[in-house]
């Protein structure tokens, strides 16, 4: 019972915080609770001012036109219409090659191999490398084998391939996971009815984890778009609207990248291009959550 | 029968993907030996300069504008995401809550392209200014920080939301304030993860070129101060990379080979991060 | 229906006399959104006891004892009716908005032992740091003094900086208990503090408990009737009407369980239901 005298008598033990009448205690978790709410204010302002820079300073330069034309004076005036073009086609390229293999991949690690074996660790280990690997890295290792040693050149088809590579680790990191948010009642189900694997992975898994497969590709669509640094040495920069794949032609981030820091005078056009690119990637990142969403309600139901 | 085919067809695709890792590997180095035969390693580090057309190849002071980017980014970024990671689970009223982390979501996916765009037109001139020349090692931490933050926040938002809620409860039991909490029980329980996301932003950090390249001033040079210019060694390889031939070409490839080793460097440490939690 | 709320009644009238009450709730309610959890709960809680809340489950035992120390302020959607007594003070009117000074007085323990995944030493001095206790010296001693209140003190006392989590789940348990003494409580509650435990573990709680009446009132919810008879000197019975956890009797444990009052008490220590 003299103990709890003794905790009473330490409350009042500390003067510094005693003079403005608060425990020890109370001063570190006021202070604690204001570095809380100073961050979350000073981060918000700043992402605020970022986001509203874009829009206000891009909006003026958007307009129909601006979608359609062709880059006039390296960007200082016309649209953006061919960069949209090489843009689409290096992204399509891109999902076109990465999808069936990470696909594949994924249902590989998520349906056939241990989840905690050596094997699928490994694996799992170098798409980790992969997914933090520096862009301008792939950006060289492109330029080497898909510009020069494949023949190639500066086109959209090396661009496309380079970015393959890198959204790969992100498109199976999906797919996997929408796999596994499968019930597993479903394989169960598959087994029971005496189904080979084939069919069950085919006509119920695959239709089961669509939701989290079409997720996977607009997470590597996303991460194509944004993508400016690997492109650079593969698809180069030419303004012109490309007649094939073998063309060399710029996306969107690299327009952005070209009219800030190469062209005077392009800012405005590119705040306009950047505006276009955040708009796309916010639909992105939504359909996404939408999506993800949907998978934890259903794995929550079953 | 069919079933065989799936299996042989999913391997050898898994097995492509998974040694891409490895062929990447094999094509930096296979471009850098030509010059690693010519060129001693040690003067990468002790050559006079810069000047790769004169067969100058130190490339020290790079080196070390990443590095003093990277750290600059994760001390300005690292406390300002743990903070807001705590606010979204214990501090925010529930409707800011799904919107905030659906706002991070966004940050995280911006191309770094935007950042460089809004640093090199809105945050260079406020600096320089201040001090000149504005495009600077502080322009640059800047706006590497914003763009580490939402990977960091994104990070430790998921430990405090893994986190068993029975601390909490005994937290709350034991008369403790949620200040003292979140500092004295929940902090140190996630800390792999505020480990984890560190490790992670780092990564991200070293790595980015476009908009280090666009706000730093590239001047190949040590900074005296937080206002000199700098050149990541990112930015060096995308700067240089279009007119580079023979032992410059070289050099810039084994600058990208130890630019890997650093990032499979952090993920090691990263996996041996989360290894060691899941063990407790 | 009806005959419930007669029985509480006339229990209300008949227990108001005796001794020294530390606890109180009156016409107590409790809802999570709009499913109600309690309906009228009007029980008395003596001190330097040791009370069990017996009852079978879903019958609002464990959601009771958290509106003792307001851990129901968890749960955000919760709402709560009528009043809870503490000596003289009405823990949701007088204490206020801060539950914290009303947890320093009543402790809690929990079902599943919940040590902080930190050493044993940081364990208990948590909580001693947050309420001004830093001098090294005075933590080391009350330290001691809990963990040897709790038996612990010879199984540990030479490795409190290992992780609590290497310890048995018994001793996680008494730790727990440690844990929440170290405050010197008035009431600690305990929510079926046995059930994840073995019968070794669970029979050292029991005799901790019995030690621990003289100083502390104790609340122990428990659905082991054996337990309760083991340790309990007042006991109240809990009971699902319609979904909504009800109280039906309560009273000195010899007679409760003796002369039952309530048919449904007498059917449920009868194990009929």
């Known amino acids: 019972m003299n103990l709890s005298f003794r905790i009473n008598s330490n409350i009042d033990s500390n003067r510094v915080a005693s003079l403005i009448g608060l425990r020890n205690g109370q001063l570190w978790d006021l202070l604690f609770s204001a570095a809380v709410w100073g961050s979350v204010l000073i981060v918000a302002m700043v992402f605020l001012w970022l986001v509203g820079d874009v829009l206000i300073r891009g909006v003026s330069a958007v307009s129909w036109d601006f979608l359609v034309s062709p880059v006039i004076d390296s960007g200082r005036s016309g649209g953006i219409a061919p960069v949209l073009v090489s843009t689409a086609c290096i992204v399509a390229v891109a999902l076109a090659v990465a999808f069936p293999l990470a696909l594949a991949s994924a249902i590989l690690i998520a349906e056939f191999l241990p989840r905690t074996g050596t094997v699928s660790r490994l694996v799992v280990a170098s798409f980790d490398v992969l997914a933090g690997m520096p862009s301008i890295v792939f950006g060289l290792f492109g330029?080497?084998?898909?510009?020069?040693?494949?023949?190639?050149?500066?086109?959209?088809?090396?661009?496309?391939?380079?970015?393959?590579?890198?959204?790969?680790?992100?498109?199976?990191?999906?797919?996997?996971?929408?796999?596994?948010?499968?019930?597993?009642?479903?394989?169960?189900?598959?087994?029971?009815?005496?189904?080979?694997?084939?069919?069950?992975?085919?006509?119920?898994?695959?239709?089961?984890?669509?939701p989290g497969i079409i997720a996977g590709v607009l997470l590597g669509m996303g991460r194509a778009l944004a993508e400016t640094a690997a492109l650079l040495f593969t698809s180069g920069y030419v303004t012109r609207m490309p007649e094939s794949l073998m063309d060399s032609g710029r996306t969107i981030s690299i327009h952005i990248y070209d009219l800030a820091m190469n062209v005077a005078g392009g800012d405005r056009m590119a705040y306009a291009s950047a505006l276009i690119l955040v708009v796309l990637l916010i639909l992105i990142n939504t359909a996404v959550v939408r999506l993800g969403d949907w998978i934890q309600r259903r794995s929550l139901r079953a | 029968m069919t079933d065989r085919l799936l299996t042989w067809t999913l391997g050898a695709a898994t097995l492509?993907?998974?040694?891409l890792i490895a062929i990447i590997a094999a094509f930096l180095l296979n471009e850098s030996l030509g010059m690693l035969n010519r060129v001693e390693l040690g003067r990468f580090f002790t050559d006079s300069g810069w000047s790769p057309t004169m067969s100058r190849f130190n490339i020290l002071p790079m080196i070390v504008a990443s590095v003093l980017l990277m750290?600059?980014?994760?001390?300005?970024?690292?406390?300002l995401a743990i903070f807001t990671a705590v606010f979204l689970r214990f501090y925010a009223p529930s409707p800011v809550i799904d919107i905030g982390r659906r706002i991070i979501e966004v940050l995280a996916a911006m191309p770094s392209v935007v950042y460089g765009l809004w640093g090199l037109v809105v945050l260079v001139p406020i600096i320089a200014a201040w001090q000149q020349p504005g495009a600077s090692l502080m322009a640059g931490i800047l706006v590497l920080s914003l763009m580490i933050f939402p990977t960091i926040t994104i990070v430790v938002h998921s430990g405090l939301a893994a986190m068993p809620r029975h601390y909490i409860e005994a937290s709350q039991a034991l008369a403790m304030s949620r200040a003292y909490m979140v500092r004295q029980v929940v902090l140190p329980a996630v800390r792999a993860s505020i480990a984890a996301g560190i490790t992670?932003?780092?990564?991200?950090?070293?790595?980015?070129?476009?908009?280090?390249?666009?706000?730093?001033?590239?001047?190949?040079?040590?900074?005296?101060?937080?206002f000199d210019p700098v050149r990541a060694l990112t930015s060096n390889i995308a700067l240089e990379m279009a007119y580079a031939l023979g032992d410059h070409r070289g050099a810039l490839y084994i600058s990208s080979l130890l630019l890997l080793s650093i990032v499979i460097l952090l993920v090691l440490i990263n996996e041996f991060i989360v290894s060691n939690k899941l063990e407790h | 229906m009806d005959r419930i709320t007669e029985a509480t009644s006339y229990i209300q009238e008949q227990d108001s006399s005796s001794g020294n009450i530390c606890l109180c709730t009156e016409s107590l309610c409790l809802s999570y959104g709009t499913r109600a959890a309690l309906e009228n709960v009007n029980l008395r809680i003596p001190s330097r006891a040791v009370t069990a809340i017996i009852g079978p489950s879903g019958s609002g035992k464990s959601s009771f004892l958290c509106c003792l120390n307001r851990m129901t302020d968890l749960c955000c959607s919760t709402t709560i009716e009528g009043s809870v007594r503490l000596g003289e003070h009405d823990i949701h009117r007088d204490l206020g908005k801060n539950p914290i000074a009303l947890r320093r007085r009543v402790g809690m323990v929990f079902q599943h032992p919940n040590p902080f995944p930190f050493s044993i030493w940081k364990n208990l001095a948590l909580p001693l740091k947050h309420h001004g206790v830093r001098n090294k010296q005075e933590l080391s001693s009350v330290i001691e003094q809990a963990l040897r209140r709790v038996g612990l003190w010879e199984e540990v006392g030479d490795r409190l900086r290992d992780s609590?989590?290497?310890?048995?789940?018994?001793?996680?348990?008494?730790?727990?208990?440690?844990?929440?003494?170290?405050?010197?409580?008035?009431?600690?509650?305990?929510?079926?503090?046995?059930?994840?435990?073995?019968?070794l573990s669970t029979k050292c709680i029991e005799t901790l408990i019995g030690q621990l009446k003289n100083s502390y009132t104790i609340v122990v919810v428990t659905h082991d009737l054996a337990q309760a008879r083991r340790v309990a000197d007042h006991v109240a019975l809990f009971w699902n009407a319609d979904g909504v956890g009800r109280l039906i009797e309560q009273g000195p444990a010899a007679r409760v369980f003796q002369h039952p009052e309530h048919e449904l008490t007498t059917s449920y220590l009868e194990g009929q239901l």
Not at chain 1, 147 to 172: D, E, K, R, W
Not at chain 1, 176 to 189: I, T
Not at chain 2, 206 to 221: F, H, L, P, W, Y
Not at chain 3, 164 to 188: F, M, N
């Open chain 2, 200 to 226: 992670l932003g780092a990564a991200r950090a070293i790595g980015e070129t476009m908009a280090v390249m666009m706000v730093t001033g590239n001047i190949v040079a040590v900074p005296g101060d937080l």
């Open chain 2, 71 to 79: 750290a600059g980014a994760v001390i300005v970024a690292a406390p």
């Open chain 1, 143 to 210: 330029n080497a084998l898909f510009n020069q040693l494949l023949g190639f050149g500066y086109s959209l088809l090396s661009g496309g391939l380079t970015l393959a590579c890198m959204v790969l680790p992100f498109m199976i990191k999906a797919n996997v996971d929408g796999l596994r948010a499968v019930p597993r009642s479903y394989r169960e189900a598959g087994d029971a009815l005496a189904m080979s694997r084939t069919s069950t992975l085919w006509h119920v898994l695959l239709p089961a984890a669509l």
């Open chain 3, 164 to 199: 609590a989590l290497t310890l048995s789940g018994g001793q996680q348990q008494r730790l727990c208990i440690a844990r929440a003494l170290v405050l010197e409580p008035e009431v600690l509650l305990m929510d079926e503090p046995c059930s994840s435990l073995d019968p």
């Open chain 2, 16 to 19: 492509m993907v998974a040694s």
